[in-house]
């Protein structure tokens, strides 16, 4: 009966202050409640670049930290668990493994058309595509509306898709169980995209 008395005082006392000694767990949580697979930036701006409307992402961040469930092995950005494993990441660096990667078909259009151009609007659509890296979540501008417009040849059967650059950023990982005892350390890579823009191709 001691024993079980000594590990609940242990843990009351000691992991909060484990917890407190962490600089990724302190300011570095991103979102709440959010699934590591679909890490991804947040959309920042769509701007025209030199006539073509590109959608600008944030950065991912430099670091942040992971909850592991046990039980279920879900893996969630969120607030601190104290019963499960912390994961805490931390960017090593970043490189651009394509600077201009199709990352396939417009959402928005299912198939092939004869048009003289395609709308699109200013608030954006959301789709994911599996890259050598791993998953990657792309925002484009929404089909239709009256934000942009994009020529296309009406002879020819067109349909949108969507290129950008495919990054990758690295992170050092450390783990540790949920009384904040040291278990490994290795490295994970994160596709994401960046500057995603609209590009006519023809059959």
Wanted: glycine share 6%; charged share 20%.
């Amino acid at each position: 009966m001691k024993k079980v008395y000594l590990s609940v005082l242990f843990t009351i006392l000691v992991l909060p202050l484990f917890f407190l000694n962490q600089p990724a767990a302190l300011g570095a949580l991103v979102d709440s409640e959010r699934n590591l697979d679909s890490l991804s930036p947040a959309v920042l701006e769509t701007k025209e670049i030199d006539g073509t409307v590109v959608t600008v992402y944030e950065e991912l961040p430099d670091e942040f930290t992971v909850n592991v469930n046990q039980e279920t092995d879900v893996q969630g950005i969120s607030p601190l668990c104290a019963t499960c494993n912390q994961k805490y990441y931390t960017k090593v660096n970043s490189w651009t493994e394509s600077s201009d990667y199709n990352f396939g078909w417009h959402p928005g259009f299912k198939d092939y058309n004869r048009a003289s151009g395609y709308w699109f609007s200013t608030s954006t659509t959301s789709f994911g595509v599996s890259v050598s890296y791993g998953f990657v979540s792309v925002s484009i501008s929404s089909a239709g509306g009256n934000g942009y417009y994009v020529s296309a040849d009406y002879n020819r059967w067109s349909r949108p898709a969507v290129y950008g650059k495919y990054n990758v950023t690295k992170y050092k990982v450390e783990e540790y169980n949920p009384a904040g005892i040291y278990l490994r350390t290795y490295y994970e890579n994160f596709p994401s995209a960046q500057d995603t823009y609209v590009k006519i191709l023809y059959k």
